[in-house]
């Protein structure tokens, strides 16, 4: 055991839980030969008084429902977060862990992930995306609020703390959500800059020179400019941002990247990569601290923590008696926070989903999915989103659910309809901080096309496994007029290949409310809804005529055949709007050539790829080689259902065009007529 040196005895307990913070990382980053100590040891000031004196949590109960939340959104500086999980106390966080950072298997990886560790809020790392996350964070908190605080007992009041860099600030979707918070007075959300001038490149003035406090007056952000390293202006510029009302506060604090490095503190060397054994040992030496010492936590240090857990479980103690007061003068609220916290079954409401008649005429798919919103609205209270500047479009306005707006201003946070502007990857990050509040099924809409600005909330909601829902409607394109710079082409293939992600596409209005459903029941993994502009047929359905839609649910389904239980001699496969060509050819090919055709609903590739081998064979029988797929986009990844000897119609190596709807259809050979043709050739 390492001879702790007498000065331990004396240093004042800030210091030296502060370089215990810095040598863990140190420690940490240099046996992983990787990782990022310049953050953890600029930050590890405020973190200590940010830890210690004001954050609102318990390690004996990670998700205690009245903690503040914590973002670390320069995740990068990952071993801050999990060096003070380790010295507050968190179980699951051992000094092995520390120990195994970055290593296969452990709960420390490179960037934080919050399925994977206790106590980490949000899976940060892609920068930028942990700023607006915590913007939905502190919006959630702010609706919890609203819907069940009273006079009497204010039992929702968390706030949202986040620790952002250069970095993070350079981003644009940093811009987006912070914009959004200071139009919306989110004065439960405090954000640390870590302003310490440095990139990977070199030093920040290489390409960013913002004045970032008159950037944030600019969004109506409290401001306060501080020495990031000094822990008494870090206390003293907490306790004003607790204070400030009706607005977010950015502390902007003045730092030095691996401070205590001797060699490296201050300069781009500190952000990146292992200091080397002799930069180590040289900041040990720095740091008055026993230089054979690995992972070395001090008597004191440890004395200290547990000394402050009677105060972490007293603040859990004193919400649980605040909260069992509230719940016993208010039954019916209570009964509401169940069914936030509990869920509920989506085999419950299949019942109250809108039943749709056959009707050749059809609907948009958007237009069906705002008539299935509105019985979600219903009978989900704690389901909540909005969309991109576009809800006239997209469908998604539920008028007698009033919009989410600031205190004071219309239905205040207690609305469920959100409004992100113009903003859609800060909407995606945003719907993603709600999913990570806990309690609320989120979702954000817009056009299709505009998936390009936002594919990182959407792939990190898929890691993090939020039940995140994205509604994107103009789904191909036979958007028309708008032309091909609103017309995607590309976009389902590339969500296709996304892990953990529903990507459905249905292909009339009963499937729509069948999506929505699987959406409500898809607790560990986020869900797309790709949705029409243009009317598609409502679809039979029953005896004699088309299958249940119920069969979405399992991605891929028999939707029509001429000669039930045999063998076709060819199977046409179909998704979205392009699902009725698919039917209507085959109904008219059996009819004149006395052939045996199938006729596949596939709205969701993962589901129906999860589904048994015996029920994907009883749909997509091997000894049926002749099958064709119609769908307006690329054919990129339809061959594992094609097979050889499979054809595609759709919407290959080119994009759209400006046109009606109408006039594309018979120039990419989107009609029935063409979807008959090439399937009398292959038979």
């Known amino acids: 055991m390492t001879q702790q040196p007498p000065s331990f005895a004396t240093e004042p307990i800030e210091k030296l839980v502060t370089d215990t913070i810095k040598t863990l990382t140190v420690d940490a980053v240099e046996k992983a030969n990787s990782g990022h100590p310049g953050l953890p040891m600029g930050c590890a000031d405020f973190a200590f008084v940010l830890w210690t004196k004001f954050l609102r949590f318990n390690p004996k109960n990670p998700h205690w429902a009245g ?21 507050t106390g968190f179980e699951q966080m051992t000094l092995d862990q520390l120990k195994q950072f970055r290593q296969w298997g452990s709960i420390t990886p490179g960037h934080p992930e919050s399925h994977e560790t206790d106590g980490v809020e949000v899976t940060t790392g892609p ?42 600030l350079q981003e644009g979707v940093s811009h987006e959500g912070a914009a959004l918070a200071g139009h919306l007075g989110l004065d439960n959300l405090i954000w640390f800059y870590d302003d310490n001038h440095v990139t990977i490149e070199g030093m920040t003035s290489l390409s960013y020179s913002d004045d970032v406090p008159s950037r944030f007056r600019g969004y109506h952000w409290h401001v306060i400019e501080i020495d990031g390293n000094n822990q008494e202006e870090c206390e003293s510029a907490l306790t004003e941002a607790i204070d400030v009302k009706g607005k977010p506060v950015i502390i902007v604090a003045k730092t030095i990247i691996g401070k205590g490095s001797p060699g490296r503190q201050g300069t781009p060397k500190a952000h990146s990569d292992a200091f080397g054994a002799e930069e180590v040992k040289a900041t040990k030496e720095n740091l008055g601290w026993p230089v054979d010492a690995e992972f070395l936590v001090p008597d004191r240090v440890k004395e200290f923590f547990a000394g402050l857990q009677p105060k972490w479980q007293g603040m859990e103690d004193e919400w649980n008696e605040r909260f069992q007061a509230w719940a016993a003068a208010n039954p019916e609220k209570k009964k509401l926070w169940d069914q936030f916290e509990n869920g509920v079954a989506a085999d419950e409401l299949e019942e109250f989903l809108p039943v749709f008649e056959a009707d050749e005429k059809g609907l948009a798919t958007r237009a069906s999915g705002g008539k299935v919103l509105e019985a979600i609205f219903e009978h989900v209270p704690n389901f909540i989103g909005g969309s991109a500047d576009l809800a006239p479009s997209t469908k998604t306005w539920i008028k007698p659910y009033g919009s989410y707006q600031k205190e004071g201003v219309a239905e205040g946070y207690a609305g469920r309809n959100l409004h992100f502007g113009i903003r859609e990857h800060g909407m995606g990050a945003i719907v993603n901080g709600f999913a990570y509040h806990g309690g609320l099924i989120p979702f954000g809409s817009t056009f299709f096309v505009f998936l390009d600005y936002m594919r990182p909330p959407v792939r990190l909601a898929a890691i ?30 590339t969500l296709r290949c996304v892990p953990n992600l529903d990507h459905f596409r249905p292909g009339d209005a009963n499937e729509v409310s069948y999506a929505y459903l699987a959406a409500l029941g898809n607790t560990d993994k986020p869900t797309v809804l790709a949705l029409t502009r243009q009317n598609v047929p409502t679809l039979p359905r029953g005896e004699g005529a088309c299958a249940p839609a119920s069969g979405t649910l399992q991605g891929g389904y028999v939707l029509w055949e001429s000669e039930p239980g045999e063998v076709p001699d060819i199977i046409l496969i179909g998704s979205g709007s392009e699902l009725h060509l698919a039917y209507e050819a085959g109904q008219q090919l059996a009819t004149a050539g006395g052939i045996k055709v199938r006729v596949v609903s596939l709205p969701c590739w993962s589901r129906f790829d999860h589904q048994s081998a015996e029920y994907r064979e009883s749909v997509l029988p091997k000894a049926v080689t002749k099958r064709l797929a119609v769908e307006a986009g690329s054919d990129l990844g339809w061959d594992r259902y094609l097979g050889p000897e499979g054809q595609f119609v759709g919407v290959v190596d080119k994009y759209g065009a400006s046109a009606p709807a109408k006039t594309i259809a018979e120039k990419y050979g989107l009609t029935t007529a063409h979807v008959l043709e090439v399937a009398k050739g292959m038979v």
């Open 67 to 87: 903690r503040d939340r914590f973002v670390l959104s320069a995740g990068h500086g990952s071993m801050l977060i999990y060096s003070l999980l380790h010295l």
């Open 127 to 168: 920068l930028g995306q942990g700023t607006a996350n915590s913007v939905g964070l502190a919006m959630a908190q702010k609706f919890y609020g609203a819907t069940f605080n009273t006079d009497e007992h204010p039992v929702c009041d968390g706030r949202t703390f986040a620790i952002v860099s250069d970095g993070d």
């Open 464 to 493: 993090s496994k939020l039940q995140s829902i994205f509604v994107f409607t103009h789904d191909s394109i036979f958007v028309g007029e708008d032309g091909p710079t609103h017309e995607p082409v590309e976009h389902h293939a």
